[in-house]
């Protein structure tokens, strides 16, 4: 758990990575930057999904309308939260001189969103209505 606070904690204070370890080559600290913004971007792509299925699918039946959206909204929540982890972490072990840390995320998301995207399928090719 304490390892868990300290993450959480220098996401606020990034000093504390910054003194760890030697400093890395800046561009691969760019470039985790980069894919920090690229989660970022993925994030807010499913928030957007997410209020775009509330707002703009009203025949939709109301339990599938918010159970997608919340979904959605959901998945991009967990994505902008592991965006900030995943960056202190690898920004972590690029100054110890560590492995980059391995992530399950990308699969669970990917597939969470696969069985979004499927019942949304579903939901459009039988015109299922609440």
């Known amino acids: 758990m304490s390892d868990l606070v300290r993450n959480v904690r220098s996401w606020f204070v990034p000093e504390e990575v910054r003194g760890e370890g030697n400093t890395p080559d ?5 470039a985790n930057e980069r894919t920090f913004l690229a989660w ?16 703009f699918l009203p025949d939709l039946g109301r339990a599938w309308r918010i159970g997608l959206a919340l979904a ?4 991009g929540v967990l994505c902008a939260l592991r965006a900030v982890n995943h960056w202190v972490r690898c920004e972590r ?19 969470a ?3 979004v995207a499927v019942a ?11």
């Open 26 to 30: 800046y561009r691969f600290s760019l």
């Open 113 to 115: 969103i696969g069985v």
């Open 40 to 55: 970022l971007r993925t994030a807010l792509a499913l928030i957007g999904g997410g209020f775009a299925v509330d707002q």
């Open 72 to 75: 959605l909204l959901a998945a």
């Open 120 to 130: 949304m399928v579903v939901v459009v090719l039988l015109g299922w209505e609440g």
């Open 93 to 111: 072990a690029m100054r110890r001189g560590e492995d980059l840390p391995v992530s399950r995320f990308p699969a669970l998301l990917g597939i």
